[in-house]
């Protein structure tokens, strides 16, 4: 497990990152919900006011990257570096898709 210390700690990073940026999409949904009609029409403005700080975890999220990469060229087990490359990957990608938009989906199917 010391041997893969590059890789376990991309994972880690990248699990902070996920569930943190998943907490910020969940209070983005919780005050969509709450506003009125006119200010959910105009909302993007409301999120980027409000939640701009949710971009910040692109450092946390690139640092996880460069981490998974530093354990491929150690030759670190693969199958832990691959895992830690594709979560890294996933929460980069989780900052810039609005999440709480699928929540509100679901909600309102429900």
């Known amino acids: 497990m010391i041997k ?6 991309s994972i880690i ?3 902070i990152c996920i569930l943190i940026v998943f907490l910020i999409d969940f209070k983005i949904g919780r005050q969509y919900l709450s506003s009125s ?4 029409a105009l909302f993007g403005i409301v999120e980027i006011l409000s939640f ?12 996880s990257i460069i981490f998974s990469i530093i354990g491929n060229r150690k030759r670190e ?4 570096n691959w895992l830690a490359f594709g979560l890294s990957v996933v929460s980069l990608i989780i900052i810039f ?3 709480w938009r699928v929540m509100i989906l ?5």
Do not use: D, E, M
Not at 4 to 9: A, E, K, T
Not at 77 to 80: L, S, V
């Open 77 to 80: 087990n693969p199958r832990i």
């Open 106 to 110: 679901l909600k309102n199917h429900a």
């Open 52 to 63: 701009s700080y949710k971009y910040y975890f692109i450092v946390v999220a690139l640092s």
């Open 4 to 9: 893969s210390r590059f890789s376990i700690l």
């Open 13 to 15: 990073l990248s699990a």
């Open 97 to 99: 898709i609005p999440v």
């Open 37 to 40: 009609g006119k200010t959910q």
